[in-house]
């Protein structure tokens, strides 16, 4: 079975810009990339989020005022669809976040994954171990 | 030859950042390749017909339809298409309009994907 | 891992770029990214410069800026649409763009 891996990377910021939720969106778009391939083919994604990227992955964000969906509710649609979802722990420390305050889970979603705290030897093992690599 | 797949998401006029992947794309197909380019975000800016050539401004449609009609693929992300009012009568005729598991799909086959975020 | 990484702005204080890692780091400065294969800020050569294994401007985008290619920091080597195509193709195995 052919599978490839596509890193999406995220280093912005969420809401003033679309960058980050276009990573989202496209990222939880491999549940039907299946209909553009053959039998045997999938694309395999993994999601981190690095830099201050990871300020999307705060809890109980609320963008009524803004009329979109939240970043926090499609972080949690791609645990509910199994997307591997990593933090930079590197970036965590800087920024001050406690991992409570981190969407670590989609439980409410009805989601199994979890997210993972990881340092960014790891996110780049994971960029090493794909074969292309989107950088939102 | 290879395949190169270029995303971008940058809006054509107010950002020189389309006219770089455009020119990409034609040194690409001059050596053979196959070139997918896929417009997502304001990117999608770049689909809509009837672009006027102003001094200034950036015109690609031109040299877009022609890269196409040379067998260059072109597809445009139908949600932030619709979302910004191109609607599919507003395409320019050669470019498709899909959804994003497209742009993995062609991804999947390419091998090489250059990804350039919008702005 | 052979990486191109395409930088598009000057004076990039880019944590990502500091971090990545990779065998061979080819860095294309491309767009406005081109004023760091040539300006120096109190007399320092840009620090991108220091980044990759190696460093590429394009040339089109230095002739708009009113650079001579000629006159890049020696460690810059100028490269047109052509020769980014090649690099993509043929030096580099995944890409980046910044």
Same mark, same amino acid.
């Given at each position: 079975?052919?599978?490839?891996?596509?890193?999406?990377?995220?280093?912005?910021?969420?809401?003033?810009?679309?960058?980050?939720?276009?990573?989202?969106?496209?990222?939880?778009?491999?549940?039907?990339?299946?209909?553009?391939?053959?039998?045997?083919?999938?694309?395999?994604?993994?999601?981190?989020?690095?830099?201050?990227?990871?300020?999307?992955?705060?809890?109980?964000?609320?963008?009524?005022?803004?009329?979109?969906?939240?970043?926090?509710?499609?972080?949690?649609?791609?645990? %509910?669809?199994?997307?591997?979802? %990593?933090?930079?722990?590197?970036?965590?420390?800087? %920024?001050?976040?406690?991992?409570?305050?981190?969407?670590?889970?989609?439980?409410?979603?009805?989601?199994?994954?979890?997210?993972?705290?990881?340092?960014?030897?790891?996110?780049?093992?994971?960029?090493?171990?794909?074969?292309?690599?989107?950088?939102? | 030859?290879?395949? &190169?797949?270029?995303?971008?998401?940058?809006? &054509?006029?107010?950002?020189?950042?389309?006219?770089?992947?455009?020119?990409?794309?034609?040194?690409?197909?001059?050596?053979?390749?196959?070139?997918?380019?896929?417009l997502s975000?304001n990117g999608t800016m770049l689909a809509k017909k009837g672009q006027?050539?102003?001094?200034?401004?950036?015109?690609?449609?031109?040299?877009?339809?022609? &890269?196409?009609?040379?067998?260059?693929?072109v597809v445009a992300c139908e949600a932030c298409a619709e979302a910004r009012g191109y609607h599919k009568e507003d395409f320019i005729d050669s470019f498709g309009r899909k959804s994003?598991?497209?742009? &993995?799909?062609?991804?999947?086959?390419?091998?090489?994907?250059?990804?350039?975020?919008?702005? | 891992?052979?990486?191109?990484?395409?930088?598009?702005?000057?004076?990039?204080?880019?944590?990502?770029?500091?971090? /990545?890692?990779?065998?061979?780091?080819?860095?294309? /400065?491309?767009?406005?990214?081109?004023?760091?294969?040539?300006?120096?800020?109190?007399?320092? $050569?840009?620090?991108?410069?220091?980044?990759? $294994?190696?460093?590429?401007?394009?040339?089109?985008?230095?002739?708009?800026?009113?650079?001579?290619?000629?006159?890049?920091?020696?460690?810059?080597?100028?490269?047109?649409?052509?020769?980014?195509?090649?690099?993509?193709?043929?030096?580099?195995?995944?890409?980046?763009?910044?």
């Amino acid at each position: 079975m052919a599978i490839k891996k596509i890193a999406f990377v995220v280093d912005k910021l969420p809401y003033k810009g679309e960058s980050s939720r276009l990573a989202l969106t496209h990222c939880i778009a491999s549940q039907t990339v299946e209909i553009h391939l053959e039998e045997d083919e999938n694309v395999e994604p993994v999601l981190a989020f690095v830099g201050n990227g990871v300020l999307n992955c705060l809890r109980n964000q609320n963008a009524e005022a803004y009329g979109v969906s939240t970043m926090e509710s499609h972080i949690k649609n791609a645990l %509910l669809t199994d997307i591997k979802v %990593l933090i930079c722990e590197e970036d965590v420390k800087r %920024l001050g976040i406690a991992e409570e305050n981190l969407i670590m889970d989609a439980e409410d979603f009805g989601a199994d994954m979890t997210s993972q705290i990881v340092p960014f030897s790891e996110i780049m093992a994971e960029i090493e171990s794909s074969v292309h690599l989107m950088y939102f | 030859m290879s395949k &190169l797949t270029i995303g971008c998401f940058s809006s &054509l006029v107010g950002s020189m950042t389309l006219d770089f992947a455009v020119k990409l794309a034609e040194a690409a197909r001059k050596k053979g390749h196959d070139v997918d380019m896929w417009l997502s975000g304001n990117g999608t800016m770049l689909a809509k017909k009837g672009q006027r050539s102003f001094k200034d401004y950036s015109s690609l449609e031109k040299t877009m339809t022609d &890269l196409v009609a040379g067998g260059m693929t072109v597809v445009a992300c139908e949600a932030c298409a619709e979302a910004r009012g191109y609607h599919k009568e507003d395409f320019i005729d050669s470019f498709g309009r899909k959804s994003m598991d497209w742009y &993995l799909a062609s991804c999947f086959g390419a091998d090489r994907v250059l990804h350039i975020g919008g702005e | 891992m052979k990486l191109g990484v395409f930088v598009s702005e000057y004076g990039t204080t880019n944590d990502t770029l500091e971090r /990545l890692k990779a065998d061979f780091l080819g860095i294309v /400065l491309v767009q406005n990214g081109v004023y760091n294969a040539v300006v120096s800020e109190n007399g320092q $050569t840009s620090p991108v410069l220091g980044k990759g $294994t190696k460093v590429y401007a394009l040339s089109e985008d230095l002739l708009v800026r009113g650079f001579d290619p000629s006159k890049v920091d020696k460690r810059v080597t100028v490269v047109d649409y052509g020769g980014v195509v090649d690099l993509i193709f043929n030096n580099f195995e995944k890409l980046i763009w910044l």
